[in-house]
């Protein structure tokens, strides 16, 4: 249980102190529409975390209402989700579609109270009747139906008299209702649709605000725990139980905020636009939130059950980092799993010196852990090693193989390397070495040789190949918008890495750390003897965001004054210099001082545009990421801009003349046809709008369109402010000035009700 408690076990306590009720009773009631994702497995943890916590119980319950979207397929996945986290609902999992006949028992009872009535507007009028945020609404003409009218109808609607559409049952409540929501709510929907349970008993499906409440009532639920987008929807809940007159208890509803997490998507809805349109291969796709995703990748439950609970539970939104989550990974499997050597990009090294082969006995776990247990390794004087373990002229700091600097083969010998093959073209095809015999790992080191790190490898013989999977973020940018978005680069197939044979005939674990490469599992769908693969599933330390600087992987012994990264290629004197001013000087962030210190093209553009304009941060950008695009796709001499054009455009950007959007959209008009960006600018009308004057009427105007949205981010949803800052940049066409208009907004949306 948690040391501090959260707010909901803070209620719960209350409750069941005061008698409230007897039992504690949580439900989790996903729609079996889609895979669950890590935003369910914070639901289930609290859900099911709950009950666990004060003796109760939770239900695993499938609000099945929705025949279109919903399948088999979804009700597996899910109760597999709730089983791998480690959770129980009991004997048996309850629907919703099990509740139709009664539901339908309840809406009868409510109509002939005079407390419902079929309306049977067009969709769009219902919509006008139904007011805004500032005006009430207006009650339908139908609401005067008598209630045996409305009995017959309804039962009607049942019998599928009527098409889609062309009847409601809606509550009767108030139709200026301060909660928009309130305002005769509907209850009951035609739908003439199959039902994966159902079948095709019924032709009207209840609405979630009709049936959930009732669901929970019924199953005796004391503690209905919602995310916050259902705030408003509380005064229906309560309506609905209250005025049905029920004997008690009844539950209540309580709201908690919605787990968001960057770099990638979390709704159902997104998830299956990527599903089915092969973005991905599958729901359990290694790169998707999916929990199946992450099990098969490797993830274990307890690691997701920590993240759950390190993020915590609170009333306010946020969006949570996903490096938090690879942490809580890392950290589960650091101290668990066998340590084993694995070479990706393989190396040949030949050691002139040495006859014959032997077996190192080597440590699966480092000394610090608690767990025993060794295999051998094969050793002889054909090996391999990581390609960018070796590096002819290597920059300051590099501390592995080189032509002067010997290496330690881990868990074996120093080897110093005598001459380079190449080639024609150049590229390094094996490494003639010495080895020192005195230097043995674990022996007494008498040689004498000084290294600075050590690094894997594998016999050339005995080596098995294996196919590993590299994932990376699906995608680039931390709030992704949709497909353009998704990093190409995402998953990284290597058909021939080669591992040391124990791994694949002992099978000591499923799950291994791949010594300085990351954390890897064997792929319960794919893996077989003839071909093993294992799937990446985190490195071994935060190569992205970089703000942990230091996981508990860097107590590893070699890890202290050793380059650990082996992914990164290393940078050139000059490369590094230009770096080194780029960061210090000129205060880039690392990833772009990096992409421009490294292309030589990309480097002098930038020097020279700075030549024009001293705004090293703007241009930086845009040479990054516009002009480098530009020479992805041509030639350096078919560009048709030049330094002085893109030093140009950015005085505009810098000096407010245009929004950075509309920047984009001006070099793209300036590379095709090699315009000046200031005629380009003038000629197109796009020069920011900053007059508060000219942009107010535009927010108003959404305002009045968006009821809905108003009321959420009035009750709290401030992630919508990002919405209406959308929406009127758009309206805008981009011309607008972000800053002004995210002022405004602001000022606008918390003035409550103006007139
Ligand atoms: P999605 O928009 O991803 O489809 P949903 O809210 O429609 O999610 P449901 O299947 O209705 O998904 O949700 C089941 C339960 O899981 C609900 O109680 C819901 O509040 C909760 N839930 C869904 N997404 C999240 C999330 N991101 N964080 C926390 N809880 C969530
Ligand atoms: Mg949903």
């Known amino acids: 249980m948690n040391e501090s408690k959260d707010f909901l076990r803070t209620i719960v306590e209350k409750d069941l102190k005061s008698g409230k009720y007897k039992e504690v009773v949580t439900r989790f009631p996903p729609e079996p529409n889609g895979f669950p994702h890590i935003g369910h497995a914070k639901s289930i943890a609290i859900n099911f975390g709950i009950a666990r916590d004060y003796n109760g119980h939770c239900n695993l319950r499938m609000d099945d209402t929705n025949p279109t979207t919903e399948d088999t397929q979804y009700v597996e996945a899910l109760k597999d989700a709730v089983k791998w986290l480690g959770f129980d609902w009991g004997k048996s999992v309850y629907f919703t579609s099990d509740y139709f006949s009664k539901l339908y028992e309840y809406a009868v009872k409510l109509i002939k109270m005079d407390k419902a009535y079929v309306d049977s507007l067009d969709e769009e009028t219902m919509r006008e009747y139904r007011g805004t945020v500032t005006e009430p609404g207006k009650r339908s003409q139908y609401a005067q139906r008598s209630i045996e009218e409305n009995l017959d109808l309804f039962e009607r609607m049942k019998n599928g008299e009527f098409k889609d559409g062309a009847h409601v049952l809606r509550a009767k409540i108030d139709m200026s209702a301060a909660n928009m929501k309130m305002r005769d709510p509907l209850l009951y929907r035609i739908k003439h649709a199959h039902h994966f349970r159902a079948g095709d008993a019924w032709s009207i499906y209840p609405m979630y605000d009709f049936a959930h409440c009732l669901s929970d009532y019924m199953e005796g639920v004391s503690h209905s725990i919602c995310t916050l987008e259902f705030e408003n929807n509380r005064d229906i809940y309560d309506w609905v139980l209250d005025t049905l007159d029920l004997e008690p208890p009844r539950p209540y509803q309580h709201e908690f905020a919605r787990l968001g997490m960057n770099y990638t998507v979390m709704s159902k809805r997104k998830l299956l636009e990527l599903v089915e349109g092969e973005q991905v291969n599958g729901w359990d796709d290694p790169r998707l939130p999916t929990i199946a995703g992450y099990k098969r990748r490797g993830y274990t439950p307890k690691s997701i059950l920590t993240f759950c609970d390190q993020i915590g539970i609170a009333k306010a939104n946020s ?225 992205w965001g970089k703000k942990k600087k230091t996981t508990k992987d860097e107590s590893k012994p070699q890890a202290k004054k050793v380059q650990v990264d082996g992914e990164v290629a290393p940078m050139t004197e000059l490369q590094q210099l230009l770096f080194d001013k780029y960061t210090s000087e000129f205060k880039l962030n690392r990833e772009v001082a990096n992409t421009l210190a490294r292309d030589e093209y990309l480097s002098t553009f930038y020097e020279k545009a700075l030549c024009v304009l001293n705004s090293p941060i703007a241009l930086a950008n845009l040479v990054t990421n516009e002009v480098a695009r530009e020479l992805k796709q041509k030639q350096v001499n078919e560009l048709k801009f030049n330094t002085t054009q893109v030093a140009q455009l950015v005085k ?35 020069v920011q709008i900053s007059d508060p004057a000219k942009i107010l009427p535009i927010i108003d105007d959404i305002i009045a369109k968006n009821p809905d949205n108003v009321e959420k981010f009035r009750a709290g949803n401030t992630k919508l402010l990002g919405f209406f800052v959308g929406q009127v940049l758009k309206s805008t066409g981009g011309k607008a000035n972000p800053k002004v208009v995210n002022t405004l907004v602001q000022q606008q949306l918390s003035e409550p009700e103006r007139c």
């Not at 938090?324 to 084993?340: S, T």
């Not at 245009?658 to 793209?668: C, M």
């Not at 200031?678 to 000629?683: A, D, L």
Request: charged share 35%.
């Open 319 to 543: 969006m949570v980092d996903v490096a938090q989550l690879e942490f809580c990974i890392r950290d589960d499997l650091n101290p668990k799993v066998p340590r084993v050597m694995c070479v990706l990009d393989p190396l040949k090294i030949t050691i002139e010196n040495y006859e014959g082969s032997e077996e190192i006995d080597a440590p699966y776990y480092p000394h610090d852990v608690p767990k025993e247990g060794s295999r051998k390794i094969p050793f002889s004087g054909e090996l391999y090693i990581e390609r960018d373990d070796f590096n002819e002229n290597p920059p300051k700091g590099y501390f592995r193989l080189t032509p002067e600097q010997p290496v330690r083969l881990r868990h074996g010998y120093i080897i110093a390397c005598k001459e380079v093959i190449k080639d024609d073209s150049g590229n390094i095809t094996e490494i003639k070495a010495i080895y020192y015999p005195d230097s043995k790992s674990g022996s007494e080191d008498t040689s004498g040789i000084k290294v600075k790190s050590a690094i894997q490898w594998v016999s050339v013989a005995e080596a098995k190949t294996v196919e590993v999977r590299l994932y990376d973020r699906l995608f680039k940018v931390e709030e992704p918008e949709g497909m353009e978005d998704i990093n190409p680069d995402s998953l990284q197939v290597i058909k021939d890495a080669l591992i040391e044979p124990a791994v694949i005939n002992e099978k000591p674990d499923e799950r291994f750390q791949f010594e300085r490469q990351g954390y890897f599992y064997a792929d319960p769908v794919d893996y077989t003897d003839e071909t093993p693969v294992f799937n990446k599933i985190v490195g071994l330390k935060d190569s």
């Open 652 to 686: 505009m950007m810098d000096d407010e003349t245009i929004s950075s959007k509309i920047a984009k959209q001006v070099f793209e008009e300036m590379a095709n046809t090699g315009e000046d960006p200031e005629q380009i600018v003038e000629s197109k009308g796009l």
